[in-house]
């Protein structure tokens, strides 16, 4: 089914009509929230890092995602007011909402929930119905990250990218359902319908690309090339069992060799006008990227959960890429119209919409699918463990408090003096006064490899784990960073200088007031470890979190424990 | 990926293995000098370099390294060098932190691509250099590669 724009607005204003959640500001400009003119001559949409989450929810951007080096106090690395100012979006608006973690709880309450594949549906119908020459790009991160994502390892999602209309992806998380699950959904599944592209992947033995590496398309007559970058670091950021005979990496030089390639064309055939890069790499190792590698027109982003409302223009030896970044969880959808002219882009318009669930009727065939694929886990998905009093979160560079709560329940179930959790940047938040049913459990924990485990550390360890992970979010360079944050500490604080050499960040590490020994272990708990060897028998976090919360009850709000931060003042990345 | 390929290089891989056993290929035939031992139990970059018999070298960008930047595995690190230099002589690879600096060292005969590909084992982040004497004279270039406990977040 597809809407025209009249009926769009007239859904949207029985919507209205009806009072379905439309608050009192809500109505007046509303019908114009989704108008956008029509522009240029071809149109990509984007989505990224949904992380399975099919229905609509509340997540809350961070109000600490530092930048350092050239990274500092630049877009993606504002928050808060800074990032609205930068911006020039009003506080208090509905934007202010979608892209800050300003006044979540009370904004979150008026505007409600984001997201949602049947919401997303009905946009991307709506906008498609416009634009004759558009493709439907999703940058990956697609099928983890929920209950019933894990339970049919991702295939309630591969169903809902079909009938969305994706026609090219990439890939993170989804190889972490191993080489095997992702070549029999690519063979069987999206045969003939969505491509998966990487040219970022190849066989360890010989160097064969294990992905097609980009597609040429032609849009109203306009011949474009999409590249696929999957994430670089899979083997590292996760168990490398998973995909044990692929090798990643960022392969710029080969990047370069097929943005030349697909511009020169083949023989007879002429060449891509417009070149496009469906990146999972992150922000700034996009950013770097695009300064280096030039014939790229714009790299569509991922992986670092970037909300970011205007692409950056990033300039290099031959002209520039646009670089952009379309946040998370099914929260946004980026419009990109380009005007295309003589052979290139002569002008473009960038938007990324906030999918306001309110705004947006649900897509009648979307929802019956999402209802299809839940109904057999439902009185699972819907058991209520605990109710918070606060709001719980996850995102940010040093700790949640969502985060804080799993830390808590790994003391205390498994008696240990510190707990780790991984700095993972998906996971939908809770309102106060909100449930916490098994299915929000599951939207924090939802991997294929959730074992909890008790290790007997030293405090000499215990640091450079600390100091590794710090590294791998606040190298200066870009092209050494792996996209999370900080791993979350239980029990020990610890003071962080971001800005510090690799091995030197951390600092001042106590136990209850009393120094970290060198030398003296310590009994630490954990969930999710990558390294291979480690004991794969742990209870699954899961269970633990859950029979914490029942025990529970009642969340109330607990201490934040976050390392003391040294020269970051002025840094707007902190608020 | 290419399985025919695949198949015809095991074979191949095989036979050369199996000459070798006969005896039809010393093992040491293929190496051109003698083991260089001290130069294998240097502790740093100048030592390795004085070793080789050079007094210092200069950065050069005519050396292309091919290497990751973050190691899949610090085992095994995947390291390809070219030298586009006239007159290559020969080509090292030297890890600064590991224990012994000199990882691997080749004699590269006249008329032959100085292009060499190999794996080399690190202990743990650090600079890595590609060290080539080309005309008598010594250059180098240099690529950070790190080794992390990895871990992830997004």
Redesign the interface.
């Known amino acids: 089914m597809t809407l025209s724009r009249r009926e769009f607005l007239q859904a949207l204003a029985a919507a209205a009509a009806a009072g379905i959640q439309l608050d009192g500001r809500a109505q007046a400009g509303d019908e114009a929230f989704y108008d956008l003119p029509r522009f240029g001559n071809i149109s990509l949409l984007h989505f990224t890092d949904c992380h399975a989450q099919l229905l609509p929810l509340h997540f809350r951007e961070p109000s600490v995602n530092l930048g350092v080096g050239e990274g500092a106090n630049r877009p993606p690395h504002l928050v808060g007011e800074a990032l609205l100012k930068h911006f020039g979006i009003s506080p208090g608006t509905r934007e202010a909402h979608a892209f800050s973690h300003l006044d979540f709880a009370q904004a979150a309450r008026k505007y409600g929930r984001l997201g949602g594949f049947a919401h997303l549906a009905t946009l991307v119908k709506n906008l498609r119905a416009g634009r004759a020459a558009s493709l439907l790009l999703d940058g990956g991160d697609t099928w983890q990250g929920s209950a019933t994502s894990l339970w049919t390892r991702g295939q309630d999602m591969i169903e809902a990218q079909k009938l969305l209309g994706v026609d090219i992806m990439t890939g993170h998380w989804e190889f972490t359902y191993g080489a095997a699950r992702v070549k029999e959904v690519l063979e069987k599944d999206f045969a003939g319908r969505i491509e998966f592209l990487a040219q970022n992947v190849e066989t360890s033995d010989f160097g064969d690309p294990v992905f097609k590496p980009y597609t040429l398309r032609s849009l109203g007559g306009v011949p474009v090339a999409v590249i696929g970058q999957a994430f670089p670091y899979t083997p590292i950021a996760h168990p490398r069992r998973f995909v044990p005979d692929w090798k990643f990496g960022i392969e710029e030089r080969r990047l370069q060799r097929i943005a030349n390639e697909v511009r020169a064309g083949n023989g007879g055939k002429g060449g891509a006008q417009i070149v496009v890069l469906l990146s999972h790499n992150g922000m700034d190792v996009d950013l770097k990227l695009a300064s280096r590698v030039t014939g790229i027109d714009v790299i569509l982003g991922g992986h670092t959960h970037d909300g970011v409302p205007v692409p950056v223009a990033v300039s290099n030896a031959k002209g520039g890429t646009l670089v952009t970044n379309a946040g998370s969880h099914g929260k946004f959808l980026a419009v990109l119209d380009l005007d295309v002219k003589g052979g290139r882009i002569s002008d473009y318009r960038y938007r990324l919409l906030p999918v306001f669930a309110n705004l947006l009727r649900a897509d009648r065939d979307m929802a019956k699918l999402i209802e299809a694929k839940r109904a057999p886990y439902r009185e699972k998905l819907a058991e209520r463990l605990a109710v918070s009093e606060t709001l719980l979160y996850r995102r940010g560079n040093f700790n949640g408090t969502m985060d804080q709560l799993i830390l808590d329940a790994l003391r205390e179930v498994k008696g240990a003096e510190i707990a780790f959790s991984p700095g993972f940047r998906w996971g939908s938040t809770i309102l106060p006064g909100e449930a916490i049913t098994y299915e929000q459990v599951m939207n924090q924990t939802a991997i294929t490899y959730p074992h909890t485990s008790v290790s007997e550390l030293s405090g000499a360890a215990i640091k450079t784990i600390l100091e590794d992970v710090c590294d791998n979010l606040f190298n200066p360079d870009p092209y050494y960073q792996q996209g999370g944050d900080m791993v979350r500490v239980g029990g020990m604080s610890y003071s962080c200088d971001p800005n510090a050499k690799p091995g030197r960040r951390i600092a001042d590490m106590r136990l209850a007031g009393r120094p970290i020994e060198a030398g003296k272990t310590y009994k630490v708990a954990s969930w999710a470890p990558v390294a291979e060897g480690v004991r794969e028998d742990g209870e699954p976090v899961w269970d633990l979190f859950a029979r914490y919360l029942r025990d529970t009850k009642i969340v109330r709000q607990r201490e934040l424990n976050v390392p003391r931060l040294i020269d970051v003042k002025g840094n707007r990345g902190l608020t | 990926?290419?399985a025919r390929?695949?198949e015809v290089?095991k074979t191949g891989g095989g036979v050369l293995a199996l000459a070798a056993a006969a005896g039809i290929i010393r093992p040491g035939e293929a190496l051109a000098q003698e083991w260089n031992k001290a130069a294998f139990e240097t502790k740093s970059v100048a030592e390795t370099v004085k070793a080789l018999g050079g007094s210092g070298s200069t950065p050069s960008s005519a050396i292309e390294i091919?290497a990751?930047?973050?190691?899949?595995?610090g085992a095994v690190v995947?390291i390809a060098v070219e030298s586009k230099l006239p007159r290559t002589q020969a080509l090292a690879i030297l890890i600064e932190k590991n224990p012994n600096t000199l990882s691997a060292d080749f004699e590269i005969p006249a008329g032959t691509d100085p292009f060499v590909s190999t794996r080399v084992k690190m202990g743990e982040?650090s600079n890595v250099y590609a060290l080539v004497i080309a005309d008598g004279k010594y250059f180098h270039a240099v690529k950070?590669i790190?080794v992390?406990?990895?871990?992830?977040?997004?």
């Open positions: 990926m290419d390929r695949r290089l091919t990751p930047d973050i190691a899949e595995n995947p982040t950070e790190k992390t406990i990895g871990g992830c977040g997004g």
